[in-house]
């Protein structure tokens, strides 16, 4: 590799290392936006609703689910966070009558011992009928409450808001941890670049130190 080759590398990635800063810090500078308008947002709806509530009282976090979720890839060499979200769902009717998730869990090992208790007799028909029933109960869909539900139906506009500000602050993290690896793999680019051209600069050097060694020698001889 030429060192003239290694030099338009070395400044193509030095390029691309500023692009990939500069597009960092300005979505650093939207995570704070967000999470500054979000917790304004809060504070809003706590001032308008009671400070009690809106606060940690108003949701079990044993029940929690998770709306957003990141998926890891690293095809291209550097980790890239990917994010997702899923949307709040309902309640289906079935889900209605059996009740919460606690009761349906019970409902499913219940079945299940039924289930075993038949096998021993050797009851085929009513094997069949249990079994039907446990893979029903396994796929219903489990259901994601919206959080503003946690304080009541009808919230204030600043808790949606707030809401929305600290989705966009998630989106914006997992763009930032994105950029942030990409920053260091282009800085890992960069430094081995430097290294080979240092490497080859030696080489040239070398070689001229022989051949005007070589002529010097010709010339007292």
Known sequence: MEVANICQKLDEAAIKYFEILEELTERKKRLQDGLREGFFSLSKARYSMGSRSV???????????ALASVEVSDECGSCTFFHQRREPTKKTAKQKQ???????????????????RRKAEENGPEESELEERIQELS???????????????????ALRQ????????????????????????????YQELMKTKMELNDKTENVDDTEEGETNVGRTG
Not at 55 to 65: E, R
Not at 98 to 116: F, H, I, L, P, Y
Not at 139 to 157: N, R, S
Not at 179 to 185: D, G, H, P, R, V
């Open 55 to 65: 606060g940690s009282l108003q949701y079990n976090t044993t029940n929690m689910k």
């Open 139 to 157: 796929i219903e869909e489990v259901t994601i409450q919206d959080p503003l539900k946690w304080f009541g139906i009808l919230v204030p506009a």
């Open 162 to 189: 707030g809401q929305n500000a600290f989705i966009e602050a998630v989106e914006q993290c997992v763009e930032i941890a994105t950029l942030q690896n990409k920053l260091m793999a282009t800085q890992l680019e």
């Open 98 to 116: 059996a009740g919460s998730d606690k009761d349906r869990n019970a409902e499913v090992q219940s079945t299940e011992s039924q289930v075993r």
